[in-house]
């Protein structure tokens, strides 16, 4: 007997569909009391998760709340909403649907507090400062089930982690609540269904027919990609014929600046001028709507994008998936390839093309992955602490609560079901007091324990202070761009501060695929105007630089070794074959340092292979080390496979930097001073609710009443060592940015060999670092030269000598 | 031979590299918006429970200097305290800190916007402090004539991505940089600050060694 009433097979039959057994299969275990779903894109997968609750709400007579979806794109619940609206309609179901995101009015979110709908669609934000109310327990009574959409993505996420708290405390509030997860292909449905149930409960995996296997391929030009670069730009023409032949096409870009570029040199050569858009998260949200609407409406044949159209949004006819770049992690991939032919049960076709000729290697090295079913993935560590304070805060909101009984909820969400009572209270003491060890006043109090043992806002009016700081999504320091008129302008996007700090008026840059001039920032808004009359700079944006997984760095270290070459083209051959002769290939028991001169500087460049994080975190180690033995390091670059160092001096020996203790001891003594470890700070320090976030009329002015968070950081360290906001962040540092342990796993198989070449000039397989953006500079004794010989240099150009004291009288006061 | 010289109003006046100023003929020595009792502020109010160790902090480097220098005079230019309540919270060994600093010398608070009131903290207070050629005020006014010292706009410089705190001069004004420990800045190149100076201005960089850069014209 079908678990759908009549009405539904009527519904589906009257369509010509009929329900896919995943569909049927997830009906029938509607009251479970955690489900997880396993569907490719085009599988029915939401419907799947909202079957059970339309037809719990079919029967009628359910008061209030009855389902929460929750997925972690604002347009994601739009978009539900509107598929929803049609089997609804259809069979006449008693359901009321809506959406709250940031987005939402604050007339309708009010309502919504006293009216909830049957079905309400948020994300884990929203969601959270739902339960900052004191009327939550009201809001959410009757509630029944609750569907985590794309569970995959949020389970990488601190944002995932604030979500499982959030169903913690609606679990303590509604017994009896269902959890669904729904989430695309993954390596480990196992852990994905831990994080989704309720500890300790079991969840029942449910997995989709997988479908067809891609049609997967990597696109072939008559022209080699070049010897370096991101852009993919040499394959223009072909992607253009590719795009021609297609209904429509998704072009994947890994970041958005290089998406802009791309997206440039496409119209210059775009003569057939067909409609192709652009959409990146950078852009100003008119400009995504306007790209989105075209898509929906069939107006564009293409569009070029970043992860941002990574989630499940149906964009409806997409028959080719073009990644240009890398793809660095091969469950990626799978998932972007799975965003072409919605329909189900015909096979994605997409093509990848590299942008540079190692990215050949990694790219043949993935396609053979992606063949292979070979998914990769890293266990996912235990809840962050910092995403712990900030729930206790947003319970502390709700009302006085209980400490013991806030521990037990949290624990029960999986990430956090190991969490000690210690930590827990170390958290709770952070948050209430600053956990400092000078206790001084008593105005240091957020929390306080009422005499009946319960905790309370010390000030109610903190509640709002902590509800404008909710979320975990980090924002990067950017500022708005807006095309200069009269009518104050239309929004463009954004660019990141640090790189609009090196602009001056007349230069020029991309954004949404325009080349912008630069006049002049007001009141924090950088202004500017279509006056192109210069090649344009490269905006960077902060996007999320994904490492290359574990799995696929040992398969491209493979393929050199065993120099089977036969998936890879002629001219990339050729190249490695001229590395080998002009250097040496890099060997997965070896470690290969080059040095050479270019560009006025010494280079040293490193190949370590273990991801671009933990190379980072091995450039800003090395570059230490250089520093202390006063070989004047400027700055380095770091990729996924090595790490580009430059400065003013050679290196005369590497091997010493690669000793393991000394790198270990390093490692300690640095971990404290470094520019990763102040970014997860900030970072986390926000997140747990120590430092506001830079929002309000101060970020808009940029008076002086902001500060850095470095500050902070340094003042810390150095009178109160043992803080557990530096405990936390060494945690976050060592899981995220830091990635130390791709170090070890680096050192383990390399033992201490290290060969060392010495050149003349660029090497083949360094020189794409050389475009590699994200450069870090070393604040040290070199960087202390430049700076001092630029102000000396700027001080003569602008002749200040005769009517200033000048030079001659700055003398040795003391 | 860190620190820098200037000449203001023909006055030889010295930035040091921690963002105070020596006047080497009277042994003053200046320093502006300490904002003491910031954290406390910001959390009585309900904001952030930032790190306590801020006026230690701030209170340490001005020990310091003084040490260095051995003054005769120390010239608060305002914003010494983040606001009233704050001075009169100060911590006891703190208050302590201040008398002792307070001691053998002359000690001048310059009001500011953030600590308008006198101060029962020992030392003189002042709306405006003029000495020779030379007029001390919290924020500098527009046509003045003397050579004049002022603070309140914490400017910053930005020189090859590097951001410092920074001292803002042409012959007429200078514009100290702040002193306090947690104290943000606003670009030297903001229009406020660059048209209170001339065309023709020149910044000096606090950090490890003071240096001197032409501030760019236009914002």
Not at chain 1, 682 to 696: C, M
Not at chain 2, 78 to 101: C, M, N, P
Not at chain 2, 159 to 185: E, N
């Given at each position: 007997m079908s678990p759908l009433p009549r009405q539904f097979h009527d519904w589906f039959t009257s369509r010509g569909w009929s329900p896919h057994p995943h569909q049927i299969d997830m009906a029938a275990r509607a009251d479970d009391p955690a489900l997880l779903l396993i569907a490719p894109t085009g599988g029915g997968k939401t419907l799947a998760g909202f079957l059970p609750t339309l037809a719990e709400l079919a029967e009628g007579g359910h008061e209030g709340l009855h389902t929460i979806y929750v997925s972690p794109l604002k347009a994601l619940a739009a978009d539900i909403r509107r598929n929803l609206s049609t089997p609804i309609a259809e069979m006449g179901l008693p359901v009321r649907v809506e959406d709250r995101t940031g987005d939402t009015g604050?007339t309708q979110k009010k309502r919504q507090r006293v009216d909830p709908p049957h079905i309400l669609l948020t994300t884990p934000e929203s969601l959270?400062l739902l ?8 809001m959410f009574a009757g509630l029944k089930r609750i569907v985590v959409d794309e569970i995959h993505a949020l389970a990488?996420?601190?944002r995932g982690?604030?979500l499982m708290?959030c169903l913690?405390?609606l679990d303590?509030m509604c017994?009896g609540l269902r959890r669904v997860g729904l989430s695309a292909t993954v390596?480990?449905p196992?852990?994905i269904a831990?994080f989704l149930a309720r500890?300790?409960?079991?969840c029942h995996i449910l997995h989709a027919d997988p479908g067809p296997?891609p ?32 209904k429509t096409?998704l ?28 959409h ?5 949200r008119?400009?995504r709507q306007k790209v989105e609407a075209a898509m929906v409406a069939g107006d564009l044949?293409?569009i070029?994008c970043?992860?941002t159209l990574d989630l499940g949004i149906d964009w409806g006819d997409v028959d080719?998936i ?12 799978v998932q972007r390839i799975g965003r072409a032919n919605h329909r189900y049960n015909a096979p994605s ?466 | ?219």
């Amino acid at each position: 007997m079908s678990p759908l009433p009549r009405q539904f097979h009527d519904w589906f039959t009257s369509r010509g569909w009929s329900p896919h057994p995943h569909q049927i299969d997830m009906a029938a275990r509607a009251d479970d009391p955690a489900l997880l779903l396993i569907a490719p894109t085009g599988g029915g997968k939401t419907l799947a998760g909202f079957l059970p609750t339309l037809a719990e709400l079919a029967e009628g007579g359910h008061e209030g709340l009855h389902t929460i979806y929750v997925s972690p794109l604002k347009a994601l619940a739009a978009d539900i909403r509107r598929n929803l609206s049609t089997p609804i309609a259809e069979m006449g179901l008693p359901v009321r649907v809506e959406d709250r995101t940031g987005d939402t009015g604050q007339t309708q979110k009010k309502r919504q507090r006293v009216d909830p709908p049957h079905i309400l669609l948020t994300t884990p934000e929203s969601l959270a400062l739902l339960l900052t109310y004191e009327d939550a327990p009201r809001m959410f009574a009757g509630l029944k089930r609750i569907v985590v959409d794309e569970i995959h993505a949020l389970a990488e996420s601190k944002r995932g982690d604030q979500l499982m708290l959030c169903l913690a405390e609606l679990d303590a509030m509604c017994p009896g609540l269902r959890r669904v997860g729904l989430s695309a292909t993954v390596e480990d449905p196992a852990a994905i269904a831990r994080f989704l149930a309720r500890h300790p409960d079991p969840c029942h995996i449910l997995h989709a027919d997988p479908g067809p296997a891609p049609d997967i391929a990597m696109l072939t030009t008559d022209a080699p990609p070049p010897w370096s670069g991101g852009g993919g730009a040499y394959a223009i023409p072909r992607v253009l014929e590719e795009v021609r032949k297609h209904k429509t096409t998704l072009i994947f870009h890994n970041t958005r600046a290089q998406a802009e570029i791309f997206f440039h040199n496409l119209w210059l050569a775009n003569d057939d001028a067909l409609p192709i858009g652009i959409h990146h998260g950078s852009l100003a949200r008119e400009q995504r709507q306007k790209v989105e609407a075209a898509m929906v409406a069939g107006d564009l044949r293409a569009i070029v994008c970043t992860g941002t159209l990574d989630l499940g949004i149906d964009w409806g006819d997409v028959d080719l998936i073009i990644q240009v770049g890398a793809p660095k992690n091969v469950k990626r991939l799978v998932q972007r390839i799975g965003r072409a032919n919605h329909r189900y049960n015909a096979p994605s076709k997409a093509l990848i093309v590299p942008a540079n000729r190692f990215e050949v290697v990694e790219c043949v090295a993935a396609l053979d992955a992606v063949r292979a079913a070979d998914l990769d993935g890293t266990p996912k560590g235990p809840g962050p602490k910092d995403v712990l304070c900030q729930h206790i805060l947003i319970r502390a909101c709700r009302g006085p609560f209980d400490a013991s009984d806030a521990y037990d909820t949290f624990r029960t969400a999986g990430d956090y079901s190991a969490l000690t009572r210690d930590d827990f209270d170390a958290c709770l003491d952070m948050v209430a007091t600053g956990g400092y060890a000078l206790r001084a006043y008593d105005r240091w109090q957020r929390l306080r324990q009422r005499p009946d043992g319960l905790w309370e806002l010390r000030d109610p009016r903190a509640a709002k202070h902590i509800r404008m700081n909710l979320g975990t999504i980090q924002d990067t320091d950017t500022l708005k761009v807006r095309l200069k008129n009269r009518m104050g302008g239309r929004p463009l996007g954004e660019i990141e501060e640090g790189f609009a700090a090196t602009l001056t008026p007349g230069d020029t840059f991309l954004i949404g695929g325009q080349v912008v001039r630069y006049e002049g920032l007001r009141e924090m808004t950088v202004e500017v105007t279509r006056r192109a009359d210069k090649a344009p700079k490269i905006a960077t944006f902060m996007g999320t630089k994904f490492a290359t997984s574990t799995q696929l760095s040992r398969r491209i270290l493979r393929m050199f070794e065993t120099r089977n070459w036969e998936g890879l083209p002629q001219h990339t051959v050729d190249w490695l074959t001229l590395q080998a002769r002009r250097s040496k290939l890099p060997e997965a028991d070896r470690i290969l340092v080059e040095s050479f001169p270019h560009d006025g500087r010494q280079n040293t460049v490193i190949y370590g292979f273990a991801g671009r994080n933990a190379m980072q975190t091995l450039g800003l180690l090395v570059t230490r080390r250089m520093e202390d033995l006063g070989l004047a390091p400027l700055g380095f670059v770091s990729t996924d496979y090595a790490v580009l160092i430059w400065g003013l001096d050679r290196v005369p020996d590497p091997a010493p930097l690669f000793d393991g203790d000394d790198l270990r001891a390093a490692f300690e003594t640095w971990l404290n001073g470094n520019a990763v470890m102040k970014r997860t700070f900030k970072a986390s320090a926000t997140v747990a609710g120590l430092l506001e976030r830079n929002i309000g009329p101060q970020k808009r002015s940029g008076r002086q009443a902001t500060f850095s968070s470095d500050i902070l950081y340094d003042t810390l360290v150095k009178y109160d060592p043992d803080h557990l906001m530096l405990k936390i962040t060494r945690e976050e540092a060592m899981r995220g940015l830091v990635d130390f342990g791709r170090i070890e796993e680096m050192l383990d198989r390399t033992r201490g060999r290290v060969d060392h070449r010495i050149l003349d000039r660029v090497t083949p397989l360094a020189a794409p670092l050389f475009l590699e953006p994200g450069r870090v500079p070393v604040a040290g004794e070199g960087r202390e030269r430049l700076v001092e010989a630029e102000a000396e240099r700027l001080m003569e150009a602008a002749g200040i000598a005769d009517p200033k004291p000048a030079k001659k009288s700055w003398r040795v006061p003391y | 031979m860190n620190s820098a010289d200037l000449i203001l109003s023909g006055e030889t006046l010295t930035a040091c590299p921690s963002g105070a100023l020596f006047w080497p003929r009277e042994r003053m020595l200046v320093v502006s918006d300490l904002h003491l009792g910031k954290s406390e502020r910001i959390a009585r109010r309900g904001g952030g429970l930032l790190p306590p160790y801020d006026t230690l902090e701030t209170l340490t480097r001005l020990q310091s200097d003084i040490q260095a220098l051995r003054p005769e005079t120390v010239l608060c230019l305002g914003d010494s305290f983040d606001d009233v309540a704050a001075a009169e919270a100060l911590d006891d060994s703190h208050r302590d800190t201040v008398q002792r600093l307070q001691a053998g010398r002359r000690w001048l608070w310059v009001e500011g916007n953030h600590d308008p009131g006198p101060i029962d903290l020992g030392g003189t207070h002042l709306a405006e402090f003029r000495a020779g050629a030379l007029v001390f005020r919290h924020i500098a006014t527009p046509g003045e004539t003397s050579g004049e010292v002022s603070g309140h706009y914490h400017p910053k410089a930005c020189l090859r991505a590097v951001r410092r705190p920074c001292f803002l001069t042409d012959d007429q004004k200078l514009i100290m940089p702040a002193y306090g420990a947690y104290t943000g800045g606003l670009a030297w190149t903001t229009p406020v600050l660059r048209s209170l100076l001339a065309d023709r201005a020149t910044a000096f960089l606090t950090g490890r060694k003071v240096l001197a850069v032409p501030v760019p014209r236009t914002a």
